[in-house]
């Protein structure tokens, strides 16, 4: 027996209203997506007038204040050692005592010596109030008293180069002597860096040249310490300019209590010209074509409009827009590879903006 299936008007009307809905709809769901997937994601970011600092940037190399090789006045042998490497010092500060058996010896002896002239000489005065004795025999005694005294300052003088000191305060190198060593005149015991003071010495065009003076602060850094600035001041400008190079040397003194600096350490140094008001976008912005500069700004329907600009100052990351753009339009940064004049964009983010 067969089924006989009916189909109700309600349900026929039903199914034909779903069918046309689908069929509307089919349309603009697809420009929807023709027009998206035309768009090119971008990243903008708003022009800006704010403090553009211009900065001078050189290379230098660190030297410590005062540094020395500490080496001996004498040939003698080492007879003790009274420092480690690396050893913090104050001025002055033994450091090794050579072998002093002689000079202390002498100096003995000088000193016997001269306690028996002067005691003759006491007597000789005593005689020459009493006309016993001659006054050529009281000045020869006198003389022999001052000869000794003399000897004794050279030999206090000889045993003092026997005893090497630190010169000034500072932090000692490797230690190059032990004891049973003979040293030479002019042999190398260690070394001695005063480093609470760095001095670097930079070379700057001189376009700059008014710009610097005596005092003026100066920024450095070194790729031992990222994202860490030391701060001094310029100490001397070179009363010279390099006529090869059309450059002038600078010196600053860079305080280290913290003794991070080190001598021979390659520094950045930055030095702030001056600090313009000016309207400001990344370098990412710029494009350059020929000798001409351009940006991609973004107007009110998300299209990117080639725009010709004038650049004025730059630094790194940033650049000055001294004509063309106005502050708060919105240059795109990140995808001006893919757009040209006209094109849709999509704006993933906004930079720059209060």
Not at 79 to 91: A, C, N
Not at 129 to 139: M, P, T, V
Not at 171 to 181: A, D
Not at 242 to 249: A, D, L
């Given at each position: 027996m067969s089924r006989i299936f009916k189909f109700s008007p309600i349900l026929i009307g039903v199914i034909a209203l779903i069918g046309f809905l689908i069929f509307i709809n089919i349309p603009e769901t697809e420009k929807q997506s023709q027009r998206r997937s035309s768009e090119t994601p971008v990243s903008v970011y708003?022009?800006?007038?704010?403090?553009?600092?211009?900065?001078?940037?050189?290379?230098?190399?660190?030297?410590a204040n005062e540094s020395v090789n500490v080496t001996a006045q004498r040939q003698q042998t080492v007879?003790?050692?009274?420092?480690?490497?690396?050893?913090?010092?104050?001025?002055q500060q033994p450091l090794i005592e050579l072998n002093a058996r002689a000079e202390k010896a002498r100096l003995n002896e000088l000193n016997i010596n001269i306690t028996e002239a002067k005691r003759q000489l006491e007597r000789i005065k005593g005689l020459a109030?009493?006309?016993?004795?001659?006054?050529?025999?009281?000045?020869e005694q006198q003389s022999r008293v001052e000869t000794l005294m003399a000897q004794r300052e050279v030999a206090n003088a000889n045993l003092q180069e026997l005893m090497v000191r630190a010169p000034f305060a500072g932090?000692?190198?490797?230690?190059?002597?032990?004891?049973?060593?003979l040293v030479r005149p002019g042999d190398t015991i260690t070394t001695l860096d005063d480093l609470s003071l760095m001095k670097v010495d930079f070379s700057i065009a001189e376009n700059h040249l008014s710009s610097v003076q005596d005092g003026q602060k100066i920024t450095a850094t070194s790729i031992a310490y990222p994202g860490e600035?030391?701060?001094?001041?310029?100490?001397?400008?070179?009363?010279?300019?390099?006529?090869?190079?059309?450059?002038?040397?600078v010196r600053a003194q860079i305080p280290n209590a913290d003794l991070k600096l080190r001598p021979g350490m390659l520094l950045q140094i930055n030095l702030e010209k001056r600090v313009l008001d000016a309207l400001v976008v990344p370098e990412s912005a710029i494009v350059p074509q020929g000798d001409?500069?351009?940006?991609?700004?973004v107007n009110g329907d998300n299209k990117a409009i080639k725009t010709n600009v004038d650049i004025g100052e730059r630094k790194p990351g940033w650049v000055q827009v001294t004509s063309g753009l106005s502050s708060g339009e919105k240059v795109i940064t990140r995808g001006t590879l893919r757009v040209r004049d006209g094109s849709n964009v999509r704006v993933l983010d906004i930079e720059g903006e209060a």
């Open positions: 708003a022009a800006s007038q704010q403090a553009f600092p211009i900065v001078v940037e050189a290379l230098g190399t660190a030297v007879t003790k050692v009274m420092f480690e490497d690396g050893d913090l010092v104050k001025s109030k009493q006309s016993a004795a001659s006054e050529q025999l009281l000045d932090r000692l190198g490797v230690r190059q002597v032990s004891v049973g060593s600035a030391f701060s001094g001041q310029i100490t001397n400008i070179e009363s010279r300019i390099n006529p090869e190079t059309r450059s002038i040397r001409t500069q351009f940006v991609f700004v």
